[in-house]
C-alpha cells in the first residue's frame, strides 16, 4: 500500500450540524474530551463552567453563547486522525454551515430529544441528500424530559425521508435517565453525571437478564430496557455498514453530551464506520484522492482569527496527493505560482504548522487577499476546478452606509474581507460604487457591524432595500445583456467575482425580465454548472 493510501485511510473528516441549540458544540467538546484532544470541557451557555468551548473563539461567540463560524479541530483516535467541522447553528449563518459539507465526507447530526427534528434540521438534510452525505444521527440532552424515543424514530424517518437504525437505547430519561444500552454490543454502560471530565468508573453489563441489572436500575426500569429491546430488535432491520455508506440509513444514538452519557459509544462506532476521504467532483471528472497529483479548494477564510494580529486565514480541504510546506502549487483561477511557509493545523484557536497533509485533512493557509471561496490548489500543470461551493441567492438586502467619511478606506476593507469570507455577500452599484451586503438573516449584520468596528475601526449602518431575490445572470447573447444592464440599471449588480446579478423587487417582475430576454439565463446560484436555470 502506498504511503498516500495509508494516510488516506487513517483520516475521518466531518461536520456536526444540529438546529440552534440542540448541543452540538457541546458535543464536539465532548468527543475532543474523550479523544485526548482536552482534559476539560467548555460550556456555551453554563455560567458555572468558566472556561468556554474551545471550539467557539470570536468575542462576539462568546457573549452571545451561540456558534457563528464554523471551527476546525483535529486529534488522534485509535490510530485515525479525526477532523472536525463545528458549524454554526443558527440558521442566519446557514450559507457557512452549507459550504463546509462541500468539505467533509461524513455528518453527525445532533436532535434535541425534546424538540425532536426542526426546521433547520430539514433544510441541512436537504444539502446532505444533495451530496449523498453519510448521517450518523445523536440524540442529545436525555438528560432532560423529552419525546418518546420510539416517537422520536417516526420522526426521524418521515421528516428526514432517510431510514434510520437505532444503535444505542436510552434507559429512562429526564431525572429517571441512568444511561445507555449498546444494542450491538449487547452492554449496558451506567455512568455518574459529569460535566466536565471523563467519568472513570464505568458499569458495564453483557447480559440483558442479569439481575445485576434490577438491582442498579430497578426492577421497573429494568423491565422497560428488557421491553423496549425487544421491541427495537423485532421492528428494525440489522444495520448494514453499506447502506449508511451510500446515506440511505442513519444509525442513531442517544445520551447526553453535558454530562457525557453515550459519546463514547458515538466516538467508537464513529470511527469504525464513517467512510475515509472521498473522491470530488470537479469539471474534468471525479479527481480520486489516490490520484497523485496534489489538489484541494478554498472552503473558508476567516479573518482576524488571532485578534493580536491581523492575519487571513484560508481553509483548504485536501483532496489528492500530498500538500508540502514550502512547495509551488498552482491557484487555478489566478493562474500563478504559490507557496506556504507556515500551513497550520487547528484546535481551535491554537494552531500548529504542519509540514504535510493528505486527502482528509483541513489545514488553515496565511493569505494576503489571493483566495476567495471555491478557489481551486493543483500540483503545477494540473487544470482543472473543484464543483459545489456555491453562493445561494440572499433573502435580505441592505445598503452599506459609511457614518465616519474618515475611515472610508478601513470600511471598503472590511466589507470587502468580510464578504469574501463568506460571512455575507457584497453586491456593488454603479454608479457612486455603492455597495449592498445580502445575508439570511439579521444576525450576519449583527456580526458584520461588530467586528467592523472592533477589527477595523469602521462605523456603518444598513439601510434596507426592497428586493426580493438576487439572481446570476449568463448569456452567449452580448447585446441582450447590455441591453438588460442598461434599462435595469437600478437593479443590477456585480458580485465579488464580477458576474451581472439581477436584484429583482419581486417574483413577478423576475418573471417579466424571463419573458423579456430569452437569450439571458437566470440562476439561483453563482454556481453556473450545477444549477438548474430559474423559469418563468
Same mark, same amino acid.
Given at each position: ?27 464536539? %467538546? ?56 463545528? /458549524? ?37 438534510? !436537504? ?224 494552531? !500548529?504548522?504542519?509540514? %504535510? ?21 493543483? /500540483? ?74 472592533? %477589527? ?81
Amino acid at each position: 500500500m502506498s504511503k498516500i493510501s495509508e494516510e488516506i485511510n487513517k483520516r475521518k473528516t466531518f461536520a456536526i450540524i444540529s438546529h440552534p441549540d440542540a448541543g452540538k458544540t457541546t458535543l464536539t %467538546e465532548k468527543l475532543l474530551l474523550f479523544g485526548g484532544a482536552i482534559q476539560i470541557a467548555g460550556a456555551v451557555k453554563n455560567n458555572k463552567i468558566k472556561k468556554t468551548a474551545a471550539s467557539d473563539f470570536m468575542e462576539i461567540e462568546k457573549q452571545r453563547g451561540i456558534s457563528v463560524a464554523t471551527s476546525v479541530m483535529t486529534f488522534e483516535y485509535r490510530d485515525k486522525l479525526i477532523n472536525i467541522l463545528d /458549524t454554526p447553528g443558527h440558521k442566519d449563518f446557514a450559507e457557512d454551515t452549507y459550504r463546509t459539507l462541500s468539505a467533509v465526507d461524513s455528518v453527525i447530526l445532533v436532535i434535541d430529544a425534546a424538540n425532536g427534528v426542526e426546521a433547520q434540521t430539514e433544510k441541512l438534510m !436537504e444539502v446532505c441528500r444533495m451530496r449523498d452525505t453519510p448521517v450518523l444521527i445523536f440524540i442529545n440532552k436525555l438528560d432532560r424530559e423529552g419525546k418518546d424515543p420510539f416517537e422520536l424514530m417516526d420522526e426521524l424517518e418521515e421528516k428526514l425521508d432517510i431510514n434510520v437504525r437505532p444503535l444505542t437505547w436510552p434507559i429512562g430519561m429526564g431525572q429517571r435517565f441512568k444511561g445507555v444500552y449498546n444494542l450491538e454490543e449487547k452492554g449496558i454502560n451506567l455512568f455518574d453525571a459529569n460535566k466536565q471530565r471523563i467519568e472513570k468508573d464505568v458499569i458495564s453489563i453483557k447480559d440483558l437478564d442479569s439481575s445485576v441489572l434490577d438491582e442498579r436500575l430497578g426492577e421497573s426500569a429494568a423491565d422497560q430496557l428488557r421491553e423496549d429491546v425487544d421491541l427495537v430488535e423485532g421492528v428494525y432491520d440489522p444495520f448494514q455498514i453499506k447502506e449508511y455508506e451510500n446515506a440511505h440509513t442513519a444509525p442513531v444514538f442517544f445520551g447526553s453530551a453535558l454530562n457525557n452519557f453515550g459519546v463514547q459509544e458515538l466516538l467508537d462506532k464513529f470511527v469504525n464506520i464513517a467512510p475515509r476521504p472521498l473522491g470530488r467532483e470537479s469539471d474534468k471528472g471525479v479527481i480520486e484522492p489516490e490520484h497523485e497529483k496534489f489538489s484541494g479548494f478554498i472552503f473558508k477564510i476567516h479573518a482576524n482569527i488571532d485578534p493580536n494580529h491581523r492575519d487571513r486565514i484560508a481553509f483548504l480541504r485536501v483532496c489528492s496527493g500530498k500538500f508540502e510546506r514550502n512547495k509551488f502549487f498552482h491557484h487555478v483561477r489566478q493562474g500563478k505560482k504559490i507557496k506556504f511557509s507556515n500551513p497550520y493545523s487547528f484546535m481551535a484557536r491554537s494552531k !500548529e504548522v504542519v509540514d %504535510e497533509a493528505y486527502p482528509g485533512d483541513v489545514i488553515g493557509l496565511y493569505d494576503t487577499g489571493n483566495f476567495k471561496i471555491g478557489d481551486t490548489l493543483t /500540483t503545477q500543470g494540473e487544470e482543472f476546478n473543484y464543483k459545489g461551493v456555491p453562493s445561494f441567492s440572499p433573502e435580505i438586502f441592505k445598503e452599506v452606509v459609511n457614518k465616519d467619511p474618515m475611515k472610508s478606506k478601513q470600511l471598503d476593507k472590511g466589507v470587502q474581507q468580510l464578504t469574501e469570507e463568506g460571512v455575507a455577500q457584497l453586491f456593488t452599484q454603479q454608479p457612486g460604487n455603492k455597495k449592498i451586503i445580502g445575508t439570511v438573516g439579521e444576525l450576519q449584520f449583527e456580526v458584520i457591524q461588530y467586528r467592523l468596528k472592533n %477589527e477595523y475601526g469602521a462605523s456603518a449602518e444598513f439601510h434596507h432595500k426592497n428586493y426580493h431575490k438576487a439572481v446570476w445572470l449568463t448569456t452567449d447573447n452580448e447585446e441582450q445583456l447590455d441591453h438588460f444592464t442598461r434599462v435595469k440599471a437600478r437593479y443590477v449588480a456585480k458580485d465579488k467575482d464580477d458576474n451581472w446579478v439581477f436584484l429583482a423587487e419581486s417574483q413577478f417582475l423576475l418573471n417579466q425580465a424571463i419573458q423579456d430576454y430569452p437569450d439571458i439565463d437566470f440562476h439561483t446560484t453563482s454556481e453556473f454548472k450545477i444549477d438548474q436555470k430559474v423559469n418563468a
